[in-house]
């Protein structure tokens, strides 16, 4: 394995996060959610020496918190690929439903091409701590790891797949450079939408662009 994916990656959750490492502006929520034991979760920024750049999540969507995690204060680390055994048919909220359905295509696939999958945002956090965070207008995030280019054909027969479900699912496509999202991938654009740790920019090619 390369060395850059035994660090944390972006959506990863990392359990470890002290409060006295919170600065002076942090909201008391922020405080709350680490009192609590609950994760934080990595995202894209760029890298600092032994730090991990994370974000705190609160009960709604504008509950979000920028901060920063020591590498060597991480006592857990939980991958989305971890996360995607956790759907259900039954007696659950519509991504939930929806995951259960993809499980075993997205499996398929996987297997197939050699490529690997995870749940993310608030379907993963779920999974991942028992938190009710999700209702029935949720959409579901989820991620797929793609070291090599995908054609853009390919990315379409990918995007039906995702339709007709009990909710709306974004999947981001994971390049060496940074993530796009398989709906703008599917499309006709020239350009779509990477999201690298240097910042967002728009690309031909998310595979041929320098990893950031």
Do not use: F, N
Not at 116 to 128: C, D, I, N, P, S
Request: charged residues 25%; aromatic residues 4%; contains cysteine.
């Amino acid at each position: 394995m390369h060395e850059t994916r035994l660090l944390p990656q972006p959506h990863d959750l990392l359990w470890g996060m002290s409060i006295d490492r919170l600065d002076a502006a942090a909201p008391v929520w922020v405080a709350e959610v680490l009192a609590a034991g609950r994760p934080v979760v990595v995202r894209r920024a760029p890298a600092r020496d032994g730090w991990i750049a994370v974000g705190v999540r609160g009960h709604g969507r504008e509950q979000r918190h920028a901060a920063w995690i020591p590498r060597a204060a991480i006592r857990r680390r939980v991958q989305p690929e971890q996360l995607t055994g956790g759907g259900d048919k039954q007696d659950a909220c519509a991504p939930l439903r929806a995951l259960a359905l993809l499980q075993p295509q997205l499996d398929a696939l996987c297997r197939m091409h050699g490529l690997a999958w995870g749940v993310t945002g608030g379907a993963g956090y779920q999974l991942a701590t028992g938190v009710t965070v999700l209702h029935e207008d949720s959409d579901l995030d989820l991620l797929l790891r793609v070291p090599r280019p995908l054609e853009r054909r390919q990315a379409l027969a990918l995007l039906e797949r995702l339709e007709g479900l009990p909710c709306r699912v974004d999947l981001q496509l994971e390049t060496p450079a940074g993530a796009v999202a398989l709906r703008e991938w599917a499309g006709s654009a020239s350009r779509v939408l990477l999201k690298a740790g240097s910042g967002a920019r728009l690309v031909g090619d998310p595979w041929r662009e320098v990893a950031a």
